[in-house]
C-alpha cells in the first residue's frame, strides 16, 4: 500500500460511507446477524451501531491501517464486543465452521481475489450460518453494464481497486452459498453506473 491507499483514501472512504442515505441500507443488512459474526472489509466500522443485541461478538477484519485507525474510536463506543485483525479476507485465519453470520458491505468491489475471499466466507460459516451482504456491482442493463466496463479501469485508480462491473450474485453463488434473499437497488444519490447493488443473505447449505 502507497500514501494514497493507507492516508488519502481511507479519508474520502469514511466520508463517503458516513452518508446518512446509507444508514438505513446498513440497518437492513445487519438487522438479523446474531451470535459470533465476521465482518469482511470493517472499513471505520460503520456499521457498528445497527446490531442488534443478538451479536454476542464481531470479528471485524480489513487490511487497511489507515482505516483500521479510525475504526478503533467507533470500536471503543460500541456496545457490541469487537476483535480487530489488520488482514485481507482471501485467508482468514479462523476455524472451519467458526461463524454463526458473515456480514460484508460495499467490499467486494475491492478484494483483489474475491473468489478466494468468499470461498473462506463459505468456510468459516457453520452449516446453515448466513451471509449478509450489501454490495454495488454489475448492472444487468447492457447500456449500463457496458458503461461500467469501460469506467472501471479508471475507477479502480481512484477508487484503490474497486470494481463497477462485478456481477455480486454470481460470485456468491459461485462460492457454493445460497442466495435466499435478493433485492436489486440504486444506491441513494448515485448514478446507476456506480451504484447498482445487491442487498441479500445467502446460507451455508447444512
Not at 101 to 111: D, E, G, H, K, M
Request: proline residues 7%; contains cysteine.
Amino acid at each position: 500500500m502507497g500514501i494514497y491507499s493507507d492516508r488519502i483514501f481511507p479519508k474520502v472512504l469514511d466520508w463517503a460511507m458516513r452518508a446518512p442515505e446509507l444508514k438505513p441500507l446498513r440497518a437492513r443488512t445487519v438487522e438479523h446477524a446474531h451470535g459470533r459474526v465476521l465482518e469482511i472489509g470493517f472499513g471505520a466500522g460503520h456499521n457498528l451501531k445497527f446490531y442488534p443485541k443478538s451479536v454476542e461478538r464481531v470479528i471485524a477484519v480489513d487490511p487497511n491501517p489507515g482505516l483500521s485507525a479510525m475504526a478503533r474510536k467507533r470500536m471503543q463506543r460500541s456496545n457490541v464486543a469487537v476483535e480487530h485483525h489488520q488482514i485481507t479476507a482471501e485467508r482468514l485465519p479462523f476455524g472451519d465452521a467458526s461463524f454463526d453470520c458473515v456480514v460484508s458491505t460495499l467490499t467486494l468491489c475491492s478484494i483483489p481475489n474475491v473468489g478466494a475471499a468468499l470461498s473462506e466466507v463459505h468456510r468459516v460459516l457453520k452449516p446453515g450460518g448466513e451471509f449478509f451482504f450489501l454490495e454495488h456491482g454489475q448492472c444487468p442493463d447492457p447500456n449500463v453494464g457496458r458503461w461500467q466496463n469501460r469506467l472501471t479501469p479508471m475507477w479502480k485508480v481512484i477508487g484503490d481497486g474497486c470494481h463497477l462491473n462485478r456481477n455480486i450474485a454470481t460470485l456468491v453463488r459461485d462460492a457454493g452459498l445460497h442466495i435466499n434473499a435478493l433485492e436489486n437497488l440504486v444506491l441513494p444519490k448515485a448514478p446507476v453506473t456506480i451504484g447498482y447493488a445487491y442487498l441479500g443473505k445467502a446460507v451455508r447449505q447444512p
